[in-house]
């Protein structure tokens, strides 16, 4: 996030794009909230009439994976009435005439036919989000996971800059971030890219340094990202360490997974509960939750904040931390980490993002921050205060590209794929909960009531869900939340994987998965299947 | 459909008589407002419609909140919410409710209630129904019957055999003279519109000063200077800005502005449409209590009749029915249920001058003073203030109780108890109490006779001219059984909201029946009611907790003989 | 803007939207709420904060009401001390006279105590109903206790805008209500509790599982910490029976800070308050694992699990290369689990293949 989570409550605009907020961040979902009873407007744009969508000014119900054109058609709208901030594309930008000639084509009108979104909300949307200064942008996995999701984030950001929304208050671009800890991991270098702070592994500089901070030969290549490195599993990939992560119910087309885990000939699983991947473990080390342990998360505000150990972890389980320092040890790397506060000191040694941030000054200021540079700095609010960082903003033109696989005569439904409030990722952590468990104790399917009918389905039914890759079973809810044509399903129920129907087909640059748009389809179960069950 | 069945005439053009939503639709930003009107985040553009909506499907039941929600885009806890807080909606199946205020059990409503339950009718007791004068009313539906006894009950055996037939009550001075009365009840009514276009010629400044000369205080109760009122929301930076009729009247004893609405509706929509051009209002509202179906079919039958001639320029008129919550006649209380929401009053200030409908600037105003606007608008502020004896104007008192013709009659404003009385045609029996002005200025011994029944002089004798609906009791009446009729109708009226009241009436009530049951703890039972009245006087967000405990505080000053062990 | 007004006769500055609360709080004057949430519009309805002011004929409400300039305000006088008595009298005569045990203090009769409120003005049997059941696992509600301030409404559709909850019926009767009295598990309830936390008197209050109960006079220890679910950051306290678990210790409820303090301001959602029977479950690993030729696994020693761990992944290294190795890290684990995750992969088998799933 470009902004803090305080700041938007201030807000008088809120564009919500591939964020079921209520759901997957309710808390953030709450300021938003807030600034709604304070007079904001608020904009979503969603396939699904989301929770949020009740309390929008509009619901822009797009088709799933049309992102481009409709943000494209609102940058045609804004540059064509002459509502950009033409003073802050002169100072802080690049790049903003190639932008204005590749949206020359994209009117509303044609946004509307590829959209659905009528052409006047579209325009209504452009001129709000374009006139109100305290304007934010809040999106998550609903516009990165697709094959085209780095196209949808450069389309989102060309907004932002050419309306000059960047580097004040209430505004900028802000992705919701799906883990506790998903902005702490990356910034502390658990990337195949970058070392701890953005520090890229191929940046001589950066190579040297880290060669003498840590005393040993680094690699200088990219390493493959999760990804690519999930698709090479069993043929370059031959050895695993998975350290709190269930991949074999997270990761997208498992049945291929599946297959390469097969050829792997060594995996170690560090977690705190038996999963699917530990089928395929050959040791098994028990973790210690977070209740258990020391250290910090940073959250998508990039503010890094305490975790504090509660209680003892049950029978041998130990801190995750202390188990890799044994492994390290094991192979002739003693680091003599006496406690977590010491691991964050060495990270922000060579890391001048963080530098300024120890355990003491979050335990004193309850929470930091970065960037960070000094211990007397008082961490920052909101990023590209008075410019951008790193010289200018980069406007990147896209074109509009349709989804890897969309629905044909046989797969006639457009599958997405989400979270829900009631569970958590492959909720080996809810689904021990009664209370969660009792509210969604099982998989369903989200189905139009048109669509529902074409196939005889009626609510509650049992169904099977299929693509091209696989078949799950799952209780039908008939709702007119999903738009004709489409259907959804929840990511978070074992046995019955949602990722045994996902494409893998990745982004070009991020390879993050298509998790957000498959062609499937929906059949009612054969009575003697039924009755056998 | 917004109201119970029309009386509109065959032929005649009907208005569109719902809220407008597109004036709803771009309300309120409540960074504005430290006490919001919106109390829902839901931003239904029908939520205006929830009680019309929850009163067409049936009324409470469960399932039909459910229904309401989705047809209004409200929350459906919020829909169970309104239809729990409104009598007529969270009781459907009653088909006959008996008036237990305090005239109608003089006249034996506690017999008719008997009758009704021996004849297996769905019935209850309900707060007054404003139908004071013709003893005991019912309400069948929505219909107030006038004179129902156990004896004519019994007779007809059944609800439907009462029959519905349209009634009005006794009036004076009738015929009565133009030029001494602002209202002049007997005179047919008149729909050629020539004070409004007098109003026209006098301009918005020159009819607010002909009301500032006037010396018009308003009717529904607290004797507020209209013309400051008016002043205050033409003055608004504001340009939306409303009127509305309070025409919710319910407190016990009053029924003035029932006979206002049967008699003169012209005189009340000509008032409102000269009130709206003069504080520059394009809209106004008529908030009719529910159990008002007579009137309201006269009232809609005159919008048409304006409707169709023009005479009234381009205002539109707009009818709510209230669904039976006395409280609503709170005027911050009746803001709140005409947008559909549970009737609780609102924190004042802002008042409604400023934030009123919608947060809008709103004048708001009781039938009878909108009712006075037309004749001094003809006749002028002056002509209307030497009307009056010690305060300015005629007015409308409403007498019920043990007098010879219970009725409502306009006369100058400060007659005493005598004079009203001689005009109804004498006491019945010998005077021992009286109640000037409803149930919320308590009870005056006879030795007031001869005050002036004004603003001024009551409230200086601790009671309050109120609405000026007199209750007289003789020497007969049960007085305990009086006063605790009046403890409990405040207490089945309380909207629940602030502690003093909702506890504070309930409270007195249960000390007031262990005070009349056990002799023994008599004087311990009521040793803390002066300190719960003072409290509840202090502490109580509107004026129904600050008056409830009036009833049995002034009973006690007043009569402490009844009270003694 | 800042603009002053006299405060029990002392000039004090105020800026422009500051309620008189805001105001007499910030000077340090003492006035109680019970119906007030810095997160929730003022609702003037407990009618314990009221205030005198000069030129106003009642009493306002300190929250409900702005500041403005030159106003004459006064926070304790003879008359506001006899309200706040007669108040508090009336709304114990309202109140269960002795108190179920619950784990939050009950505000109203500390209150109650501290001003000097009567207790001896009579009871009253509650005519509030309750629901009839409510299958919902974690919130219960005690009509008996319940003082109609409103706070658990006003948060359920100011805050967290999902309206589960509702001021139903009126008079002595009006109580809080679903739709229908249904459970809050077949209403739009998205059972965040906040109603639990905002309730001053316990009528809300924590249906905890069995398995955390726990004595509300028994000592826990609070650990504050930031939750482990999504990416928001919530702080949370983790109240923890020491005793439980053989001395292990056991968190056995989850509370939010005081609103203002952190980035979630008081609040938390159902995973963050709840969900939490996971981390005793016994579905926990517990021991080291080591796979046997047959397939089974072993339980094992940690010296003996590192060394086959670390034996492993060095004999796929030395035959594939270090670019063999795939090192999977945690957006779920902390900072400093990552970096040491990272720096394995790097510093001691020599590949930059480190990542998580971290598609945003």
Known sequence: MTNSIGEIRDADFLFVIGSNTTEAHPIIAMEMKRAIGSGATLVVADPRSIWLSQLADKHLQLRPGTDVWLLNAMAHVIIGEGLVDQAFIDAHTEGYEAVAEAVRDYTPERAEEVTGIPAEDIIWTARRYATTEKAGIYYTLGITEHSHGTDNVYALANLVLMTGHLGKPSSGMNPLRGQNNVQGANDAGATPIFLPGYQRVDDPEVHAKYEKSWGVPLSPVPGMNLNVMMKAVGKEILGLYVMGEDILLSEPNVSRLEEGMNKIEFLVLQDAFMNETARFADVILPAAIFAEKDGTFTNSERRVQRVRKAVEPPGMARPDWEIVCDLAKAVGHDWKFENTAQVYAEMVRDAPKFAGISHERVDSEGGLQWPCPAPDHPGTKFLHEGGVLRGKGQFQAVQYRPSEELPDHEYTLVLSTGRTLYHYNAATQTRRESGLAAKQPRMFVQIHPWDAKQRGITNGERVEVYSRRGTITADAVVTKEVRRGCIWIPLHFAEARANLLTNDAGDAVTQTAEYKVCAAEVRKIPEQVLSAE | MAGPATGVPSGARIPDLRLRTDLVSGFLRRRDCVVPSCRSMFRSKKRHELPDALREIGGLADGRSKQAAERTGVPEAEAYGVATFYHLLARPDVSLRVCTGLSC?????????????????SSEGCSCLAACDVPPAVLAGRRVLPRVTATTLKQAGSVAALGSAEWKGAIGPDPGDAASLALHLAAPPDFSGRAFAAAQQLGADGVIAAIETSGLQGRGGAGFPAHIKWKGVASQAEKVRYVVLNADEGEPGTFKDREVLLRRPDLVLEGMAIAAAAVGASDVYLYLRGEFEIPWGIVEAAIAQFTASGVLGDVRFHMHAGNGAYICGEETALLEALEGKRGMPRLKPPFPTEFGLWGKPTLMHNVETIGCVPAIVLRGGEWFKQLGKTEAGSKLYCISGDVQRPGTYELPLGVCLDELVEAAGGYVGELRAFSPGGASSGFLPASERTRPLDFRALADAGSMLGSAGVVVLNTSADLKRAVFDQLRFFEDESCGQCAPCRIGTRYLR??????????????????????????????SICGLGQAAPLPLTSAMQHFPEEFEA | MTDSLELDGKRVSFSAGETLLEVARRHGKEI???CHDPRLKPAGACRTCLVEVNGFRRMPPACATRATADMQVTTNSERIQRHRQGLLSLYLTDHPETQPERLSKNQLVEMAERYGAAGDW??????????????????HFEPDLCILCARCTRYCDEVEAVNAITLAHR?????????DQASLMDTSCELCGGCIDVCPTGAMTEKLPLTRQVKPSKHLKVVRSTCNYCGVGCQLDLNVD????????????????????????????????FAYDFVDHPDRLTVPLIRQPDGSFKEASWEEAIRV?????????????????????SSRCTMEDNYVVQKLSRAAFGTNNCHQCAAT
């Open chain 3, 171 to 179: 008079g002595a009767k009006t109580t809080i209500a679903t739709v």
């Open chain 3, 122 to 139: 009579g009871s009253m049997a509650s005519e509030r109903a309750g629901r009839r059941e409510d299958r919902n696992p974690y919130v």
């Open chain 3, 242 to 273: 020491t005793s439980a678990n053989e001395g292990r210790g056991k968190v056995v409820r989850v509370t939010s800070p005081e609103t203002g303090t952190t980035t979630n301001d008081g609040n938390l959602c159902v995973k963050g308050r």
């Open chain 2, 510 to 539: 249960e000390q007031f029946i262990k005070h009349q049951d056990a002799p023994d703890v008599r004087v311990e039972a009521l040793r803390h009611a002066a300190e719960v009245a003072w409290e509840m006087n202090e502490g």
């Open chain 3, 309 to 329: 761990a670390a034996d492993g992944l060095s004999r796929v290294k030395s035959r594939h290369g270090a670019d063999a190795l795939g090192f999977v890290s």
């Open chain 3, 32 to 34: 109680p709420t019970l």
């Open chain 2, 105 to 121: 059990r003089m006249a034996g409503a506690d017999a008719v209630l008997e009758t009704a339950q021996a004849l297996g009718i």
